[in-house]
């Protein structure tokens, strides 16, 4: 596609519960992180994938939190036991290959997934 | 970890310059960046500045770096009412892994 989706662009979802959060890149770009952004804070960096691999999970704030990237294109970010301090906006960016080579390459952001966990 | 911080409003009249002002703690960075984000958009990339770099012009925007003080600022020259959005600044060290401000909310009032 022309930019990053994300899917669905709103979920709800009851404390406790399982939710996965879907991410497709840009066409080609081979590197892809996730962040979340919750009310009048900028967004938290979570994870970055190159290709198929997580090269930084570093941001994960804890176990509950996983992403995959199987094919190394779209990403979906799990969330287990869902509680009520993950409410936020999960923003998926993707870049051609990550270099730091900022003239070459930049991210992309997606418009977010607002998750509320009630 | 590393701590970007930015003041959260800026109101500004139409034609006036803005100058949104950040602050960073990680004196390894190598990239600081401005973002812009409007409602129901995604981050947008506005412009960027290596370390090694004072100044940064492009069109309407000037970037200055104070690294000895690790403060950035981002101008924008005759400001107009699609400005209105709130502006991060950004650092990251590797080009991967981005730390973001609050955020700046600038209002551009007709």
């Known amino acids: 596609g022309a930019g990053v989706s994300q899917t669905p662009s709103n979920k709800v979802t009851e404390k406790g519960k399982y939710v996965e959060l879907r991410c497709d890149p840009i066409?080609?770009?081979?590197?892809l992180y996730w962040y979340r952004q919750s009310l009048g804070q900028g967004p938290e960096f979570l994870i970055y994938?190159?290709?198929?691999?997580?090269?930084?999970d570093s941001g994960l704030p804890n176990d509950r939190f996983f992403a995959v990237r199987p094919e190394g294109s779209v990403s979906t970010l799990k969330i287990q036991r869902t509680e009520r301090g993950d409410s936020a906006v999960y923003l998926c960016?993707?870049?051609?290959?990550?270099?730091?080579?900022?003239?070459?390459?930049?991210?992309?952001f997606g418009p977010g997934t607002r998750l509320t966990v009630l | 970890g590393e701590d970007v911080e930015q003041s959260l409003f800026l109101s500004v009249r139409e034609g006036d310059s803005s100058v949104i002002n950040c602050t960073y703690t990680?004196?390894?960075?190598?990239?600081l960046y401005w973002y812009k984000q409007e409602p129901g958009a995604g981050l947008q990339l506005l412009t960027y500045?290596?370390?090694?770099?004072d100044m940064k012009q492009d069109q309407r925007l000037t970037v200055l770096l104070n690294k000895k003080d690790k403060h950035l600022s981002l101008r924008i020259a005759d400001t107009q009412t699609g400005d209105s959005a709130i502006y991060f600044c950004?650092?990251?060290?590797?080009?991967?892994?981005?730390?973001f401000g609050t955020g700046t909310s600038l209002t551009v009032i007709p």
């Open positions: 960016a993707s870049s051609l290959d990550g270099t730091i080579l900022i003239g070459s390459d930049t991210q992309y």
């Open positions: 066409s080609g770009h081979t590197a």
């Open positions: 994938f190159q290709g198929t691999g997580a090269a930084d």
């Open positions: 990680d004196s390894s960075s190598t990239y």
């Open positions: 500045i290596f370390s090694n770099m």
């Open positions: 950004a650092e990251s060290m590797s080009g991967n892994q981005f730390y």
